[in-house]
């Protein structure tokens, strides 16, 4: 039985990422972990606006990230995004960061995001059919 | 007859703002622009949420920035905001930009903005009833 | 004996800060925990530039979010910093973000830095001397 | 003789690009510029790293944007970056902004950059031999 399902992305380190320190200001991380679930969620159907076609917002409600080496403007980055199935009503994904050529661990991350109706803002309390299908379908039993 | 309104507004220089070289990246001017026109609409009650309730939204068609001096981290801005009236139906702002400390230019700019109907997003070839009423109240014969 | 230090500051939230769905993209929410680190240094004489003029940079290596309400274009956010002291050659800070207006709890969030010598990027296993004067003037035995 | 040189890249427009209008915050624009800068420097051996490791840093001077048509989150932009050669010590691109789907051009653009001592950051009055030589080898006679 499969217990988890992940992408591997690639992505460059602009210019205008990189702080003072000539080194990628933290607060980017979290939108490179964006582009990784980004990436997942083409790869997979599962992406934003495949759950906004079906009524369904995905805000994500905490996030975390382990800072471990600096990047630096023109390295290049695996974004490596990995899902892993839960009982209760929520998407996480867990994050790992490589420098893209020595292969070096950057950073380390994860994120739970919530089923909210697009409509009502209302919180979905058990997983919407759309996304029990999927969890199926990608061979999850939970 | 007057034929400008101005505001002045001052802003601290972000360290998340400031590139390798330790100077602000140029594309965050574009951010100081917005801030300075936001400061001068609630000033003057002609602020972007103030069009939004009279059910028009006012896109930015073309902007412009003439780089002069460096803003480093730590230092502060005086980002003055001058509105120019024209017959035409569209809101033009320019922008000049000051070392606080020193009173140094550092950057001009300027910005066009058009009026679309929020719901159907038609472009409004004359000027929003709410606007000519703003423009006669604040003294402005065109 | 003090066991902390805070700071509160209010901050606006931006036009371009609003994601599609109207609220801040949660990603903001680094910068604005970077905006009450920033005042917390400037109001106790801690700043990033207080320890780089002393040959130290304070790179974060660990950051944490939790969202529990949403922000919109034109709210005012107060951003409560607080500085916890650990033994840990660290500096740990604590964030609370509140709707300013409501005075409702929005997020919640922390932060680890630590000390690296500015020219050789060396980890330093011991607090540096300068902030253990600031942490003895501010009061705290530890 | 050529009279001008490009490149054209294709770029994702990212959910937290966009506004609380759906499209995307018209700043976000100079971000595509220097995307395409930055592809046009990689084709053409003439990047940022380029110009840094021969003692020379150029910044953006100016800059301008006309926004035509709006941009959603999801859409694919193509990003035309033209090489326009000048006999001022100076480096000129225009830009052009197609939806990759429709073809329609989006937006379009202009930047000056100027070149700087690393060091001394002067202003070089002439061009460094550095780009003189590019200049030749790409088959420009001024």
């Not at 205008?16 to 607060?27: C, F, K, R």
């Not at 070096?104 to 697009?118: E, N």
């Amino acid at each position: 039985m499969k217990t988890e399902l992940s992408d591997r992305t690639e992505i460059s380190v602009r210019f205008n990422e990189a702080d003072p320190l000539g080194i990628v200001w933290h607060g980017h991380y979290v939108r490179y972990f964006e582009d990784g679930r980004e990436a997942f969620g083409q790869k997979y159907g599962i992406g934003y606006l495949d759950f906004y076609a079906k009524g369904i917002v995905v805000p994500v409600v905490n996030i975390h990230c382990d800072f471990k080496r600096s990047l630096r403007y023109g390295e290049r980055v695996v974004v490596e995004t990995i899902y892993h199935p839960c009982e209760a009503a929520k998407m996480k994904f867990e994050y790992k960061l490589y420098n893209a050529e020595t292969g070096i661990l950057v950073a380390t991350g994860a994120s739970t995001q919530v089923f909210l109706d697009k409509e009502t803002s209302a919180l979905q309390l058990t997983n919407p059919p759309y996304f029990e299908e999927w969890k199926a379908r990608m061979g999850f039993s939970k």
